[in-house]
């Protein structure tokens, strides 16, 4: 085996983004066959839903973290670096042991390409992050699904606990046009006797209670009246949540009013874990919750004017952007920056938060999905008079643009897609940096 270095390790895994996506299991079944499963050697709660579950595996690692057990996290997409996908108590993969993994992967890769067999860039990470978490006797891990639920690659698990965020409309040319069908493909991470949580309502829980049935899984089902935001603004929450076993009162950093329910559904998934005789206590819970980051989800990047970034990028996380802005900022109208990828509604998600945004400024990301600013014009001044749009060519020049416009009591909110808020990220770090004392 030849081990490759951190650069050649990034640069041999990107190529694999040329082989798209594809749904089957076949391929990352054949890699883990090679490396004696490691998947298999691990207690895995695994995490699938349209919105909320890397907040609710963000919720549950820290909490599991907090109580002394090693635990692994693997989520997706990351923001600034691959290696973000995969910690282990909330540290991310060293350089070193991401070369070393990725060259044991690539020698088995390596082996089946010669049977035409090429496995996707998630794939290839999704076995990392099992190699690595096996290797290092991870007491749990935190498995977030990375499409769908039923063809993800992550979907070869045996978990302890399957959880179910939510359903609402996002990538319906893969996962089906309606909710029914996107719960059924949700509800493809349910297995036989294990216990499922989900926050699911209306006709989508009917189908995840139908599949559960059919696995002789029990389920708890996450009502949105058992919790409350008892205090809420820029820095923290307060939310009062009542659980099957206890009540809390909890502190988190995380803003925004759908932490609410990720916040009860992970509760709801320690108390199982309790249940099956894992010990936590309620000072793990306060404190797991209270140190957890969510990075990208709504953030304040500046101040006068106060600029938030979050990464909705479907109707449904738009939809709870707007409570939120509704929420924090009662009365107030937003100047938004806008930039999407090609596979999104985006006339529903504007519809959403339209309400609240006095202007809209397009842009364009440097994902090579992502849909240019004078195609989102069309679908965008249906909703806002011709004054109130403007077209930047770039995120760098979107946020210039809104800082022109604006005054300082105003607030500027830039949403759409985790790659736009990535950039943001990486503007506001470059500012710093060259601002004096900065």
Known sequence: MINMDYQQAVSWLNRSQRFGMKLSLNRIISILDQLNNPEKKLHVIHVAGTNGKGSVCRYISSILTEEGYQVGLFTSPHLESIRERICINNKIISKKDFS????????????????????????????????????????????????????????????????????????????????????????GIIKNNVSVITGVQGEALKVIQNNARKHHAPISIVKRNISTIKESNLDFQIIEIQGNMDSYVLETSEIGSFQKQNLSIAIYTI??????????????????????VHPGRMKMVHNNPIVLIDGAHNPGGIHELKNTVSSLFPGKKIILIFGVLKDKNVHEMIKEIQAVTKSIILTKSKNIRAV???????????????????????????????????????????????????????????????????
């Open 372 to 438: 240019n600013q004078q195609e989102l014009l069309k679908t965008v001044s249906s909703f806002f008079s011709e004054k109130n749009i403007f077209l930047t060519g770039s995120v760098d020049q979107a946020i210039k643009k809104g800082f022109e416009i604006s005054l300082k009591e105003d607030i500027i909110i830039i949403t759409g897609s985790l790659y736009t808020v990535q950039e943001v990220i990486t503007y506001f770090k470059n500012l710093k940096v060259h601002t004096p004392n900065g």
């Open 271 to 292: 108390e199982q874990l309790q249940m099956k005789g894992v010990f936590i206590s309620q000072e793990s819970i306060q404190n797991g919750v209270k140190s957890m």
């Open 100 to 187: 070393y993994y990725i060259s044991i992967i690539k020698n088995v890769v390596d082996n089946l390409e010669k049977k035409e067999l090429h496995p996707t860039y998630f794939e290839i990470c999704t076995v990392l992050g099992f190699l690595f978490f096996k290797e290092k006797k991870v007491d749990y891990a935190i498995i977030e699904v990375g499409l769908g639920g039923r063809y993800d690659a992550t979907n070869v698990v045996l978990p302890i606990a399957a959880v179910i965020t939510n359903i609402s409309y996002d990538h319906q040319h893969i996962l089906g046009e309606t909710l029914e069908e996107i719960a059924f493909e949700k509800a």
